[in-house]
């Protein structure tokens, strides 16, 4: 009998799916939306014959309910391939209002259609439809889709057609679809171009959209020049929007940005902007600006000088500007007491900020998990009770957030990493941790940022939002695992073996990570491993490889630094084949490491019996002895190069292997000297 009301549930759905009532049918729509990926196999496959029916509906709101719960049923199908063939029919329908629709609803599953390429044919043909309603949805579709698309070559020039089309909502939605496409499209020159047209399009909204893309790829920009000049042209621009939108562009875009003290300037200057928002995003650019300024100490005044302005949203911004700046500080700090220091202004700076401020922003939202950092990792024995008070204070200041439910995930996740922060130990360890929960803070407050959200003409934004380890992320993560696999084989018996061994093992761990913090965290010391790698090493690929390992750890966005930490992972091998034969060429096997120390070239080990096999090759007394000289100087600076690193690392020294190497120049110096004078 317990199945009974299961079944009459379904059979009502039957009965209004049947009915002659729009409203029933409607409502039969949302109950199937609502409840599919419940139902049985066989009630699965006629609930999506009732969809495609009612997407023949001869009222347009049945028509449009039925073809737009298809994207929240299409992953729960079970015969798919039939499925891909009733949409795709969908894209032809002669109604307008359904090839609309069924544009947007092939965006959102194209990853699960079973033939992408015909998908692709018709999802393109869309975007040359003649109503320009479907043209807007098919660009939609095609930013959504474009990683699965089979032929992006095709699907570049069809979405930059777009940018051009004689409809604004056309050119707003087509610049909108650039935004997650950017890196992926195959034209990124002729990109940089229409995009940069687009920011002086006659139209606000599309002035405005394409200024917030321009700020989001501009890592990919191909002309960082002429786009920095168009960007800081626009902090200028008549219309109050598109000026706001211009600060928060440069200052996601600071780190590529060509001429950085005068952007600095131009952003200082919009502090005093007419638009509230514009003058609040300034500030905040001005926080996120600060790491990459080579003046800090002026920067510093700046801000300094902004917390005493008589605008409170100004105040309020800057406070919370220098919390960040502080935190920054903190995760470069030398010392732990330099760390606890930076902290202590952090919490200081957002609980002002948090005073000042009328809205939820991210001082309200981090100051609570900073506090409870700073005790447990400080030992300042917080208990569990305040610990959890401070969470639920988080958990307030996100209340009448839109996004609520993602940032209540957000604090289960920062919660958990509390609880993990109470096992470090090393400043390294510290700082690194750190360092990845500052990321996650600062993306977090994205979502609280709605107020862009509500700029005119800008719903349809897109945020990036909190990471997600989806499928296309794990894929990456699975080639990562491949890659630091065979580095690490490759460094066996070379002075780079122990590093191998530790990427190896960070990278074998990427897929155990079931939160972005903890992805935050493992990317991170990833590539402290493989700056590392890259510091003693040389090579026209290494070369390449520290660039992109560079540019890794400026991206804002974790997605964006796995897949140069790939490319990375494709150039080192190269370079340590390469490096290997070059040392076995010369003859050189110089290897040390912290734990024995072990001193061994080929032409030392002559030396050391007596030098029997050089003497007899050397016709003079003078070069014999320099040559002893200068093997027993090396192999005594090596010696001691080894023993002064390995204390130094053992004590956690943060320039451990620069310092060393001056002791070792200076003791082979001196002992060159010593030994001449007694020769």
């Known amino acids: 009998m317990r199945w009974c009301p299961s079944l009459l549930d379904y059979a009502k759905i039957r009965q209004l799916v049947q009915s002659n009532d729009a409203d029933e049918r409607l409502e039969a729509i949302n109950q199937i939306r609502d409840n599919f990926k419940n139902f049985t196999d066989t009630n699965k496959e006629q609930s999506w014959k009732d969809l495609f029916t009612l997407a023949k509906d001869e009222i347009n709101s049945v028509q449009e309910g039925a073809v737009s719960a298809l994207d929240h049923v299409f992953q729960y199908v079970t015969d798919k391939e039939r499925a891909t063939k009733y949409l795709l029919a969908l894209t032809k329908d002669k109604d307008i209002s359904v090839r609309k629709e069924a544009a947007n609803v092939l965006g959102t599953v194209f990853a699960h259609v079973t033939d992408k390429e015909q998908a692709t044919k018709d999802l393109l043909i869309l975007t040359k439809d003649d109503y320009s309603f479907v043209r807007c949805d098919a660009a939609q579709a095609l930013g959504s889709a474009f990683t699965h698309i089979t032929d992006k070559k095709q699907a570049t020039k069809d979405l930059l057609a777009l940018t051009k089309d004689e409809e604004n909502n056309v050119r707003f939605f087509a610049a909108y679809a650039l935004d997650p496409v950017f890196a992926h499209i195959t034209d990124k020159k002729q990109a940089t171009k229409d995009l940069l047209a687009l920011t002086e399009d006659e139209e606000n909204d599309v002035r405005m959209i394409a200024v917030y893309v321009l700020g989001s790829a501009f890592a990919h920009i191909t002309d960082k020049k002429q786009a920095t000049k168009y960007l800081r042209a626009l902090t200028k621009d008549e219309n109050g929007d598109v000026r706001w939108f211009a600060a928060d562009a440069l200052g996601s875009a600071f780190a590529y940005v060509t001429d950085k003290e005068q952007v600095w300037k131009d952003l200082f200057v919009m ?167 500052r990321r996650y803070c600062d993306r977090t407050v994205e979502l609280l940022d709605e107020t862009k959200d509500k700029a005119p003409g800008a719903a349809m934004l897109v945020r990036r939002g909190l990471p ?121 096997i110089f290897n040390i490491n912290a734990d024995q120390i072990t001193v061994s070239t080929n032409k030392n080990s002559k030396i050391s019996k007596q030098n029997s096999g050089i003497i007899n090759r050397i016709h003079t007394e003078s070069t014999r002895k320099i040559i002893e000289i200068l093997g027993i100087s090396f192999t005594i600076a090596g010696v001691i190069w080894g023993i002064s690193y390995a204390i130094l690392i053992e004590i956690e020294y943060p320039t451990a292997m620069k310092d060393s190497l001056i002791v070792f120049i200076f003791t082979f110096l001196l002992s060159s000297f010593i030994s001449a004078r007694k020769k």
């Open 271 to 437: 502090t005093e902007d007419e638009n509230e928002n514009a003058r609040r995003d300034a500030i905040q650019a001005l926080g996120s600006a600060f790491v990459y300024v080579t003046d800090k100490e002026q920067a510093m005044i700046d801000l300094l000088t902004l917390t005493t302005a008589d605008d409170r949203i100004v105040r309020a911004s800057a406070n919370h500007s220098l919390g960040k700046v502080s935190i920054y500080r903190a995760t470069e700090a030398e010392n732990k007491n330099k760390l606890k220091e930076e902290l202590e202004k952090a919490i200081v700076y957002f609980e002002k900020s948090s005073q000042e401020s009328t809205v939820i922003d991210s001082a309200k939202f981090c100051l609570p998990f900073y506090r409870s950092y700073y005790a447990v990792i400080f030992r300042q024995y917080e208990t569990k009770e305040e610990i959890a008070k401070n969470l639920e204070d988080a958990k307030q200041a996100v209340e009448g957030s839109e996004s609520k439910e993602k940032l209540l995930e957000a604090v289960e996740n920062l919660g958990n990493a509390l609880q993990e922060a109470q096992k470090l130990r090393g400043l390294d360890e510290i700082k690194t941790d750190l360092n990845a929960y």
């Open 468 to 588: 997600i380890i989806d499928e296309q992320i794990k894929a990456i993560l699975v080639e990562i695992q491949e890659k630091t696999e065979e580095l690490c084989k490759e460094t066996v018996d070379t002075p780079l073996e122990d590093l191998g061994k530790e990427v190896n093992k960070i990278g074998q761990g990427l897929l155990l990570v079931r939160d972005p913090i903890g992805l935050e965290k493992s990317v991170g010391n990833l590539e402290f491993a493989l700056s590392d790698i890259c510091n003693r090493m040389g090579g026209k690929d290494n070369g390449e490889a520290c660039k992109l390992l560079e540019k890794s750890k400026n991206e804002q966005y974790v997605e964006d630094k796995i897949n140069l930490i790939n490319m990375v992972l494709s150039k080192i091998p190269f370079s340590i084949k390469e490096e290997t034969e070059h040392e076995k060429s010369n003859g050189d």
